[in-house]
């Protein structure tokens, strides 16, 4: 038993220190249809208005904007001329990674979109490129866009361990 927990605890090991060192990194500006940005960290808007004004995708959704945030603080926030900011939808039901894919999908269908470009920060890109293709299927190409990320090793080793979790999941049909 001890062998068991004692292999179990090495292969999580380096399960951990791959995910960490091989984290996504930011996509070239090759067009999608559209950009999903999913809130919570530092540099996703940024980037997915870069690329919107860049003229590399029709619409922008940013999942997960908290229902006391409207549109014209994020203009000003971010230094958004109107124009562009028109092409911006705020999506306001997701709390999780789970419910972004929902609203990612529901808007992605919404637009008849067939590729986009998800905006997460690169530790955790993975579990939500998994959440979206989830919900997505095969028909809708997903371009990973990773925003450099600073978590501390603990954040890393809850990711990972949200990601394998969900994984598992995901094999037993939950």
């Known amino acids: 038993m001890l062998r068991l927990i004692a292999t179990l605890a090495l292969l999580w090991t380096l399960g951990l220190a791959l995910f960490a060192t091989i984290l996504p990194p930011p996509a070239d500006l090759r067009r999608t249809d559209g950009i999903i940005v999913l809130?919570?960290?530092?540099?996703?808007?940024?980037?997915g208005l870069q690329v919107l004004k860049a003229g590399k995708a029709d619409r922008l959704l940013?999942?997960?904007?908290?229902?006391?945030?409207?549109?014209?603080?994020?203009?000003?926030?971010?230094?958004?001329?109107?124009?562009?900011m028109r092409l911006v939808d705020l999506g306001r039901g997701a709390v999780d990674t789970r419910t972004n894919a929902d609203e990612a999908a529901a808007w992605i269908a919404a637009h008849h979109y067939r590729s986009i470009r998800l905006v997460t920060a690169d530790w955790h890109m993975r579990r939500a490129r998994l959440e979206l293709a989830r919900v997505l299927g095969k028909d809708i190409a997903i371009l990973p866009d990773g925003v450099r990320g600073e978590p501390g090793l603990a954040a890393l080793a809850r990711e990972y361990d949200k990601y394998l979790l969900r994984r598992a999941a995901m094999i037993v049909g939950y």
């Open 39 to 47: 809130t919570g960290g530092p540099g996703r808007l940024a980037r």
């Open 62 to 84: 940013i999942s997960g904007v908290d229902p006391r945030v409207d549109a014209q603080a994020i203009a000003r926030a971010n230094h958004v001329p109107d124009a562009l």
